[in-house]
């Protein structure tokens, strides 16, 4: 759910490329005091887009530092344009953020932790790692990258962490074996993971092969990212005559929305299932991308979380919408 937002005005102070593609953001807010943060916390960041004023979420790199929150964002060529706006920012720019929130509820009293990161999903995990090696717990960092040219803080972490990090780069014919990993814990391991949603669902079949309860498994989603390519498609609404056109840049809830057929929601980032409406034909694919309903319910394919879920071709929801009730 959502939480209160408290939005303020920071100074962006210095920006840094960490890869080709990750640029980190020094931003310092107003009044700002240094004060500590939750472990896995984010701000919001309110960007532009296309002249829309719309917000972002990046997570804080790591714990708390004397001169601002350090940010890092990974720029998205196939995108609605919001990591872009980021990228289009130099030193000096002012822009509006919320005070750090956290989504990761981890358990501290645990004797062993695993983490594990795949690209930019290493940002909410660096913070855990720098908490955890303080605390002198039991750990290992996973850190999945497509390659090491495009892992960024490699160098902070194995500083932090020494042999506890594992980097799985595919250049260098290392990549990350889940069954593995997961099949060779120690009991009572509680995991971390922030990563694409692909990873995500095959760490969720690990996780449930090596018979781990799926509430130790804890995780972070950036949300949006599908199995599908991010296309339009069609939209009918039952015992309506109505097609609506889902544009490739557009949210179902927003063309839903535009279109006078409001639509509830709250964090639309698919994981509080505010907006699930129900789903009731399909001529094409569906691409469940929330985290909010279960493998078993995706696959029965009666329910979508407009807000990021998609699908090719054409379906057919059924809003509960009455005309006639008002
Ligand atoms: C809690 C949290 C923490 C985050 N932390 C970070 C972080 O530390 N660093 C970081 O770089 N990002 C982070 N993100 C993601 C970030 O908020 C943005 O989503 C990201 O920068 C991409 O924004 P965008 O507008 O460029 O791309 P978006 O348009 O949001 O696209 C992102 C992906 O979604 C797909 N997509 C494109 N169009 C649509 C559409 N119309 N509908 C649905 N999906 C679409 C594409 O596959 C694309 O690659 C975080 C997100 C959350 C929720």
Request: proline share 4%; aromatic share 8%.
């Amino acid at each position: 759910m959502r939480f209160i937002e408290t939005w303020t005005q920071a100074t962006l102070v210095a920006t840094r490329d960490l890869t080709p593609s990750i640029r980190e953001f020094l931003l310092r807010p107003e009044h700002f005091a240094g004060a500590a943060y939750l472990v896995g916390s984010h701000i919001q960041v309110a960007v532009t887009i296309d002249g829309r004023p719309e917000t972002r979420s990046y997570s804080l790199i790591g714990e708390c530092g004397a001169d601002g929150y350090r940010i890092a964002v990974r720029r998205a060529e196939d995108s609605r344009g919001g990591s872009r706006y980021m990228w289009s920012l130099a030193p000096g720019a002012r822009l509006a953020i919320t005070l750090p929130s956290s989504l990761l509820s981890i358990d501290w009293t645990r004797r062993h932790y695993c983490l594990v990161a795949g690209g930019i999903g290493i940002t909410p995990i660096i913070g855990a790692a720098q908490a955890l090696a303080r605390r002198d717990a039991a750990f290992t960092l996973h850190y999945a990258v497509r390659s090491r040219a495009d892992a960024a803080y490699v160098d902070l972490l194995a500083g932090l962490l020494g042999d506890r990090l594992k980097v799985h780069a595919g250049d260098e014919g290392h990549r990350l074996d889940l069954d593995a990993v997961f099949g060779s814990l120690p009991e009572n391991t509680m995991t971390l993971f922030c990563g694409p949603m692909r990873m995500l669902d095959a760490a969720r079949h690990a996780w449930t092969a090596a018979s781990r309860p799926l509430a130790d498994l804890r995780y972070e989603t950036f949300g949006s990212s599908g199995l599908l390519p991010t296309d339009s498609f069609r939209v009918r609404l039952k015992d309506e005559n109505v097609e609506i056109v889902v544009p490739r840049d557009r949210s179902m809830l927003d063309a839903l929305n535009d279109a006078g057929f409001e639509v509830m929601s709250d964090c639309r980032r698919g994981e509080c299932g505010v907006c699930a409406i129900d789903l009731v034909a399909s001529d094409g694919e569906i691409d469940h991308r929330d985290v909010f309903f279960s493998e078993h319910q995706k696959r029965e394919g009666r329910k979508i979380c407009p807000c990021v879920s998609r699908a090719r071709g054409t379906i057919t929801v059924d809003m509960l919408h009455r005309p006639d009730v008002i």
